[in-house]
């Protein structure tokens, strides 16, 4: 089990996919058996999947960071990177890991090539600055669906096979200790840019962002709603926005989503911005 001291108390516990030196960084709660990044790494990027502080075969605290707890996660990618010798990368991550990757952008943007936001918001403040998760788990949320409803064979089978892994998971002797345990279940890490309080504040800083980003999400995602995310392209000086039709909070569109990443990347390194070279 492969793990990075990130500083004195706290091992950040991760996935290697993929080799050379076109480095991607995520950070999420968990990983699934399917994602956006895996995808990354059968196309040629070196992907690295870290599993936050707090959560899972990570080390558990008991530490309240109160608004700044995206800020610590942005701080563990980048002390991460540093232990692994990566001076730049792709930060990319889809929902809250997104969020990270809007503390990374902000707070570290020397470090970055660019950024995959997938699924990201962020949420308006204005709304609230509880996690979708706490809400979910203390019953909240009205509605909560990651996934919406396809006639597509293949996304089918793999939501089975997901469903199939996550069972076996929950069957193994060591599951309540490391994925149920107390101190990971009282966990709130809020929503990202919480202690800008407003929305209005949030988007000022949406507009500082300069490195290149690239939006990908669904237009039926009650979570990370279309009206967000067109939001962000708007603030953001450099953006690419995508957003599929019949695609909820899940994106289970991997394939497609990863090749709209490729071109993005590739167009990144010969212009520095999102569109392609001019040729003449």
């Not at 991607?24 to 999947?49: D, P």
């Not at 006639?151 to 793999?158: F, K, P, T």
Request: hydrophobic letters at 35%.
């Amino acid at each position: 089990m492969p793990k990075v001291s990130v500083d004195s108390n706290v091992e950040i516990y991760y996935e290697e996919l993929g080799e050379g030196d076109r480095y991607v960084i995520c950070t999420q709660v968990s990983h699934g058996k399917y994602s956006f990044e895996r995808e990354l790494a059968k196309r040629g990027f070196h992907v690295f999947l870290l599993t936050n502080r707090g959560f899972g075969q990570s080390t558990h605290i008991t530490e309240d960071y109160g608004d700044h707890w995206y800020d610590q996660f942005a701080a563990d990618v980048i002390a991460f990177a540093d232990k692994m010798g990566i001076d730049k990368f792709v930060y990319s991550g889809s929902s809250h890991g997104a969020g990270t990757g809007w503390h990374v952008a902000l707070n570290y943007p020397e470090r970055l090539i660019c950024f995959f936001a997938i699924v990201p918001g962020p949420h308006n403040l204005d709304e609230g600055k509880m996690s979708i998760r706490s809400m979910a788990e203390k019953g909240i949320l009205q509605e909560h669906c990651f996934r919406y409803p396809t006639d597509d064979e293949r996304i089918l089978r793999r939501h089975a096979e997901e469903d199939a892994a996550e069972a076996a998971l929950r069957s193994t002797p060591d599951y309540e200790a490391i994925y149920q345990a107390p101190e990971t279940k009282a966990i709130d890490y809020g929503r990202p840019l919480r202690a800008l309080q407003t929305e209005a504040n949030l988007q000022e800083a949406l507009k500082k962002i300069k490195l290149p980003v690239l939006i990908i999400g669904g237009m039926e995602d009650t979570i990370s709603r279309p009206d967000l995310m067109l939001r962000s392209a708007k603030c953001l000086p450099n953006c690419k926005l995508v957003i599929h039709s019949r695609v909820g909070h899940s994106l289970d569109v991997y394939e497609d989503a990863a090749d709209d990443a490729v071109r993005f990347y590739e167009n990144v390194i010969q212009t520095g911005r999102y569109y392609s070279p001019i040729i003449v």
